[in-house]
Each structure stands twice: as C-alpha cells, then as structure tokens.
C-alpha cells in the first residue's frame, strides 16, 4: 500500500494490475457492502452499471465463489441508467445483467428493479422509474439512499448517462429523467447526480487505456463538467475509482491519494 497526498478531486483511487484485478475487488467490494448493510438496515441497496467492465464483475458475482457468500434475499436491484430499448434488446443494460448475473443467482423477481423502458415515450418512463424507486425507499419526498452505486466511465467523460453537455447535468430536485443525447441519437434514462451523490458507497469502475487521459482530466484537470461529466460525482459517502494499470497509466504518480493493490 502506498499514499500521497490528497489531490483537490475527491475520492480514493485503488490501483489493480488488469481487468481480471479490478473485477475480482469490485465484486468483493458488494460481498462486503452488502453484509454490512443487510446487517445494519436489514436490506442492501444496489445500482448497477451497464459496460464490459461490469459485466466481469457480475460473472463472478454469478459463480459459485461469490454467490454463497450473498443473502440475495434482502437485496434490491436498481440499474444507474438504461438505454430506452425493449428488455431483450441487445443494448439493453437489463439484459446484459440478467444473462451476466440474475439467471445465475437465488434473487426473488420482486427485487429486480428494472427501468420500465416498455412505457412510452422516455419522460414517462423515467417518471415511472422514479416513482418506483420512491416506493421502494419508502421516501416519497427525500433523497434516497443507495447502499453501493456502480458507476463506468466513458471516454468522453460521460457516467450513467450524463452526456457532456446535455440538459441532464443540470437537474436538481428529479431522481431519474430522460435524456436525448444527440451523439448517439438515442434517448437514455438516468439516475441524477443529485441522487448518485447520495450514495453511501460510489464506485467507479474504469479500465483500459482509452479511458487514461479522460480520466486524467477529470482528476487533474480545472473543473469542467458540462464536457466531463463525471466531475459531478462527489458524493456524501464513500467515493472510490477502482482502476486497472491501463486506465491508472496518467495517474498513478499524480500525487492523488491512493492504494496499490
């Protein structure tokens, strides 16, 4: 383990020798926030990330390693964003997590909380998510609170689907909304920053190298999230970046606050 003083950006960076590392730590990182939170709400709490690198770790989190180790029981399963497609459809978040994870593991159907990308047109479905995700909480006015939010990273700086530049970065009182993003020419539905900074643990989980100077940016660079979205996440809890040599290779003697593992 190696430190160094704490740079301006917050967060706590962790440092793994490839993908395979950083997957192997993101899923013992569930193992443990689901423990400690079943433990003391009764419940874990979980939003998940669509991308390559979180799919490794809902394989492990499948296999006969990890799953033993859950209480699937008393876990809810939330998706930090979703592409506006059909359940089944390729590009679906939901459906990369269910043939990754749900199919494998003993979690009741009444824990999954998809976006219903079925209701139309996108503002109402993610009205309807956010409606969902207030009944869940039992909060029909505050902030709720995610036990653990996975988060990736694009390469031009976007998370969940807070697109540089797009009208999503400046809302502050909805939960989930509905964003069009023109780069893609697709509509997304996304948690808001408001509602991922609640968050009691916030992990980003980042690797290979086209990732590496947009990372560097974010972490170093002047403050600029209308391009680097990502530069919204500061949230209450924890925040950590789970990172692979590829991604860390602008960072990782930046003088920022971190661990090697």
Do not use: C
Not at 248 to 253: R, T
């Amino acid at each position: 383990m190696s430190t160094a003083p704490k740079a301006q950006y917050p967060g706590q960076l962790r440092f793994y020798a490839d993908r395979e590392e950083l997957s192997t730590a993101a899923a013992e990182l569930f193992v443990k926030v689901a423990a400690e939170s079943t433990r003391a709400r009764g419940r874990f709490r979980v939003a998940l990330s669509g991308g390559s690198t979180p799919r490794g770790v809902y394989e492990l989190l499948a296999s006969d390693r990890f799953k033993s180790r859950i209480d699937w029981s008393s876990v809810d399963i939330f998706w930090g964003d979703e592409r506006y497609v059909a359940a089944d459809d390729r590009d679906s978040n939901y459906r990369m997590t269910h043939e990754a994870l749900l199919r494998h593991i003993p979690v009741p159907a009444a824990n999954i909380r998809r976006v219903p990308t079925e209701i139309s047109p996108a503002e109402a479905a993610a009205d309807a998510y956010e409606h969902h995700i207030r009944q869940s909480f039992g909060e029909p006015s505050s902030l709720p609170q995610y036990d653990l939010i996975y988060l990736g990273l694009g390469a031009n700086g976007h998370t969940a689907s807070l697109f540089p530049y797009s009208a999503a970065l400046h809302e502050t009182s909805r939960l989930v909304v509905a964003n069009f993003v023109p780069e893609v020419n697709s509509w997304r539905i996304s948690m808001t920053a408001p509602l991922l900074n609640r968050g009691r643990t916030v992990a980003f989980l980042i690797s290979g190298q086209d990732k590496a100077q947009t990372l560097r940016e974010i972490l170093l660079g002047p403050r600029d999230p209308e391009r680097l979205p990502a530069q919204l996440i500061a949230p209450q809890g924890e925040l950590l970046w789970l990172l692979d040599k590829a991604a860390a290779a602008l960072v990782s003697d930046a003088g920022l606050e971190q661990r090697s593992a």
